[in-house]
């Protein structure tokens, strides 16, 4: 599903009526859609009692469509205008035309009016601002939108709830909370990003009759279901464990042992047809008593720590495997951190896609100018502290716009970079970006990273090009998440209960769920 901001928006609605599409035309068609959402969701329109918040604007006008609909289909309906409209606007003539009671609402009497007519009412149409809204509510539209607080009907708005920046995501106090957001044409980035995902409520994307090919150049999507389905590799039924692909994985240490087993338990669960651990012997140990199923590359060690001459060895296995993941649990000793940057500047591994995560990462942020000594095509796996240290940034900046953070650390590094998170952006090169339309507080616990970098590994040893493994990584890890919340609640997830989670939501894909 493309996400579009309000400019791409209004460059989409320009090339339209430079197409030969009028403006009245696009109107009537987007009200008809409107008109015809609210009627689905409410089982029918006969009888049922519907208000319209109306603008000043174009959104406005949509409402005043709707309404006419509405009407024609016998639903009771009321116009309230937060703005005045001019007698020549033939929607707003049309709905008088129809004898619906239209209603010019002021900051002084909007609390009382709304409050009052919400008692009998079955949904709220909020037709205000639209994707217009970029300044603090006030007057009447905030009092209006503050009466709706305590409705016990649905709540629709058009195009982008009133008080929810379509861009950021950024949400006016004075917002209610919406049960659904009809998108005209496209959904917006700002519905699509906390905390303005959290308002909109459920967003229902409506086809007003735009030609798809005016959207062809829109380059950030939301990881759908669909999405998902048409990425998810095939399974052959002629196959053998090499036509699944094989991992490499260079993960544990002895403070964090456990999370060599997460990541080979991810890429295991994503359908790879053999993981290899490159560890020490006590990382071997632990992951050999958890997953019989994984095979060992056993590292040279010196003394506490890996030997000096442990990325040759990892080298020299590498050109047996599809895919290198390195850096779960690693550690950050100095045997660690020289291997990690051995093995992301060797000229040999050009040709062998990496998921670098956790203290690779920490390791890689240690170097100055570390992105551009990278041999390697990877995806990176940072959170916002690993990313703060490997961008020079502060976590504050990052999540304050983690879109745009993601897309130009993507772009300077040439590398894929997913940031982890409610709502984890995954950021190509080219520009490209996916959004995960999952925010799960089951999964902010220790260790759901691990699983996450091992699933995407999987998916890359199965032939799935690197931004598109990322993408689908992040979709099944939190698909996986949401399977867990849905019987047991937020809290109490293991990581290692993520891994037949990845299975179960892969299989629901395939299944067309």
Known sequence: MKLVTAGQMRAIEAAAFASGVTQPDLMETAGRAVAQAVRDRLGGARAQRILLLVGGGNNGGDGLVAARYLHDEGADVRVYLLAPRSDSDANYAAVQHRDIEVVSLTAEDAARTIAQDLVRTDAV???????????????VVAATMDALAHRRCLLFAVDTPTGVNADTGEVDPHAAMTDVTLALGYSKLGLNLLPGSAAAGEVEVLDIGLDPLLGADIDVEMATADWARQVLPERPLVSNKGTFGRVL??????????????????????????????????????????????????????????????????????????????????????????????????????????????????????????????????????????????????????????????RDCASSWGQVLVLKGAQTVVADRTGAALISPFANAALATAGTGDVLAGCIAGLQAQGVEPFLAAGLGVYLHGASGELYADDFGPSGLLASELGAGIAMAAASLRRGE
């Open 249 to 406: 994985v260079v993960a544990g240490s002895e403070n964090y042992v456990g999370a060599a087993t997460l990541s080979c338990l991810g890429a295991l669960r994503a359908g790879a047809g053999l993981v290899t651990v490159a560890s020490r012997s006590m990382v071997r140990t632990a992951v050999a008593a958890q997953l019989p199923e994984v095979t060992f590359l056993p590292l040279p060690e010196d003394g506490n720590d890996i030997a000096a001459n442990a990325g040759d060895v990892v080298l020299q296995a590498l050109p047996a495997y599809d895919v290198l993941l390195i850096g779960p649990g690693l550690g950050q000793s100095p045997g660690a951190q020289a291997l990690v940057r051995g093995l992301l500047t060797a000229p040999v591994i050009a040709d062998v896609p990496v998921v670098a995560d956790a203290d690779a990462l920490n390791a890689l942020a240690k170097v100055p100018g570390w992105h551009e000594h990278l041999t390697c095509r990877a995806v990176l796996t940072p959170h916002p502290g690993e990313l703060s240290r490997l961008a020079h940034s502060t976590i504050r900046d990052i999540q304050g716009d983690r879109l745009d953070t993601a």
């Open 125 to 139: 149409i909020d037709a205000i601002l639209g994707i217009g809204a970029a300044r603090p509510l006030e007057g």
